[in-house]
Every structure is written in C-alpha cells, then in structure tokens.
C-alpha cells in the first residue's frame, strides 16, 4: 500500500482537496450572506419587485454603537418610493434622466445616502462631532489663515449668494468642515451649511468662490433642523446638492466636452 493512502482506496491528498472545496463553498456563502445586510433587497423599477439574489437575507444581527444606541442591519429601508428620473429607454441598465429639479430631488450626482438622521457623535464625549464656533467656545480658527466670517459668497455667476455667518469644526479631526452662510434676501434670507472643500477663499478680495453652483441655487439648498446641529442625512444632501450643481447648475455641462 502506498504511503499516501490512510487505506487501500483512499486518497489523503482527495480528502484535502474535498475539505478545501468545502471550505471554500461555505465561506463564499457567509461573505455574500453578510454582503446583504447592506442594500438589499434590490428594487429595480423594471421588475416592480424586490430581488432577493443569491443567497437569501440573512437573520438581523444588533450592533451596540459607541454612543450607546443599537442598530440592526439588514434594516428596514428607508428611501422614498418613487423619485423623479425616468429611464431613457425601455430595458433594465438604460440611463435616467431627471424629470424635476435633480439638485434638490437627489438624482445622478446629487444622490445621496440614506444615513442616520441624527448627529455624529464624538467617541470621548459623545457629543455632536461637528458644530458652529458659536458653540464651540474652545475652538478657534488658526490666526495665520484667512478668517472667512464676514466674507461675501458669490456663486460660478459672481453674483453675491450671501455672507458668510460662521463656521462649523469637526472637533475630532481639528478642521473646518462647512461655513454658514445667510443667503441675500432677494434668496429667502435663510442659513444654509457650504462645505469648504466646494469653496475657494480669496482673502485679499474677502470673498468666497464656488464654482459648484450658481448664486441662485442657495435658494434651494438643503436647510438644518436644528440650527446648531446637523445630522449625518443632512450632511449627505447637503455635499449632494452641491455635487449634483457640478452638472446640473448650467445646461451646458450636461452635454458632450468634445
């Protein structure tokens, strides 16, 4: 009998090869089991119904976040039921195209996540991460930049949108993350956040540039419900606004470079 061989007919190296195969089955299949706790079930618009793909939804599992609360996940979707895009043409994978205002009703570049609609939180105090230097009275902005608070606001028309109010800090990473700005009142006279990385500070001019958007569109942008504190869903359409202005702002930019 040949060394290899536990017994006359059988194979040590058959049996590691059949444990591999299934060891390899079964991780696959916990991977893609834990890969649908996030975005499933599918609702494509053409089927009508959800797709529940392969394999099925797995059973909830609670988490215990830092700040105490307890998700599940999957959790229940919470997304509107309709939007307004139609497709171009009439088969599953043909592109959309607006039918409202796409900067305001979240399609294409101006989609956004459904996360959840309460603050982030700091890990050490648990407190909101991300609030106006009015209230955070132990932060400062760093007296060798520009200190933005006062400056005009113009959008890509150079056309004054508003004044710069205050600015709102990331606590735990020590930068500024949005300005506020008080829209002119021929916009509505509201507050509305501005992330910095959208804008372009020209402080020997004291104004603040963005090319995202034009200075109307500050009339639409998304609001706060709290006017200091804003929660992760509002951050996400608010970066979503102004990223969806990057192609929807002038007509032009929805047509072809070359």
Known sequence: MSPANIVAHFDVAQLAIYVFWGFFFALIWYLRTEDHREGYPLVPDYAGQSVMDFP?????????????????????QD????????QVLPWAGAPFEPTGNPMVDGVGPAAYAMRHDGPEVAYDDGLPKIVPL?????????????????YQVLGDDDKVAGTVVDAWIDRS?????????????????RRVLLPMHYVKVRPKQQIIKINAVLARHFAEAPGLREPDSVTMREEDRITAYYA???LYARPQ????VL
């Open 173 to 189: 990473e020590y930068i500024c993350r949005y300005l506020e700005v008080e829209t002119a009142p021929e916009l509505g006279a």
């Open 79 to 86: 997304h509107p039921e309709t939007f307004a895009a139609r």
């Open 244 to 246: 969806g202005g990057s």
């Open 56 to 76: 099925p939804m797995p059973k909830p599992k609670s988490f215990i976040m830092g700040d105490g609360s307890v998700i599940h996940a999957p959790r229940e």
């Open 253 to 256: 930019r929805m047509g072809p």
């Open 134 to 150: 009015r209230t955070a009275t132990d932060f400062f902005l760093s007296v060798e930049d520009p200190n933005p608070i006062g």
